[in-house]
């Protein structure tokens, strides 16, 4: 037994060696990404609008905005409603915001870093003086993405709803997969074995969700998520250890104990690898 857990405590190590760029990284920022479909077939500039302070610090450059469609940027500053400020084209109240007033290759609008505002608006003005101004948004989340449907004169967001049963399943899933088919290799696999793996599995990963879910959807998969995800799977791996020792049938505590430890710790391994590219999926479609 002795050797099991110094087994154990040595993978953990190597864990938490492997992975020390991950913590030491200062987190994710702020981003919202602007999609248009059927985009105007002539120039256009687009703006994120907020109405937090007043505009202090410039966010475009004397270059950049000398390269601009003078009379297209005068229309959008033009455009901008009483109470509001283009976060781009006018600049900020503090906090520094990255992004371009035109597309990208892929006909989006990025703007990202701390200047990135919760509560704002879309503005679309285009050479020849069409305009669109979008209803008052919210993020909801760190890292989002919002459509412009131009033909249709709106802007749409993905329900909230389809992030978070995206971030559950996307630890139930794997989890359940892969403690599973180490049930099944250390010969447990019989239908009371399975009823209790199964209710374990489902009402701990409902509480990883609850915590660490959604703390990765509204505050992005950085230091403070990690941070949080040793605790948590510590805690997970002893309570389903020991409803195994309990629960158990057809195999001696022995046994139950290495499955518990050796399938939390094959899904802690992969839930901490997989956390990063998961919540950048779902932000991408979000």
């Not at 966010?59 to 390269?67: C, D, H, R, Y």
Request: charged letters at 15%; aromatic letters at 10%.
């Amino acid at each position: 037994m002795k050797r099991s857990f110094r087994t154990i405590f040595l993978l953990a190590l190597s864990l938490l060696l492997l992975t020390v760029t991950a913590l030491a990284d200062t987190g994710p920022k702020s981003k919202l990404t602007v999609k248009v479909k059927n985009a105007p077939q002539e120039l256009y500039y687009l703006d994120l609008l907020s109405m937090e302070g007043a505009p202090r610090h410039p966010s475009l450059t004397e270059e950049e905005l000398a390269v601009l469609d003078q009379e297209l940027y005068s229309a959008l500053l033009a455009a901008i409603p009483v109470g509001w400020h283009g976060c781009v084209s006018q600049g900020t109240d503090g906090a520094p915001i990255w992004g371009e007033l035109t597309p990208d290759e892929n006909g989006c609008h990025t703007f990202s870093y701390y200047g990135v505002p919760w509560t704002y608006r879309v503005l679309m003005v285009t050479k020849s003086g069409e305009v669109f101004l979008s209803e008052v948004q919210t993020r909801r989340m760190l890292q989002s993405s919002v459509t412009v449907y131009w033909a249709a004169k709106s802007l749409s967001a993905a329900p909230l709803w389809v992030g978070y049963a995206l971030e559950l399943l996307s630890t139930l899933v794997p989890t359940l997969l892969l403690e599973g088919l180490l049930l099944a290799l250390l010969g447990l696999w019989n239908r009371r074995n399975l009823l209790v793996f199964l209710a374990a599995n489902v009402a701990t990963q409902l509480a990883m969700f609850l915590i660490l879910g959604t703390t990765a959807l509204k505050e992005g998969v950085g230091f403070g998520y990690y941070l949080l995800f040793i605790p948590l799977e510590l805690v997970i791996l002893l309570a389903e250890t020991a409803a195994y020792r309990r629960l158990f049938t057809g195999s001696g505590k022995r046994r139950a104990t290495v499955y518990g430890i050796s399938a939390n710790l094959c899904s802690a391994v992969l839930g901490w690898f997989l956390a990063e590219p998961v919540w950048k999926f779902i932000v991408s479609i979000s």
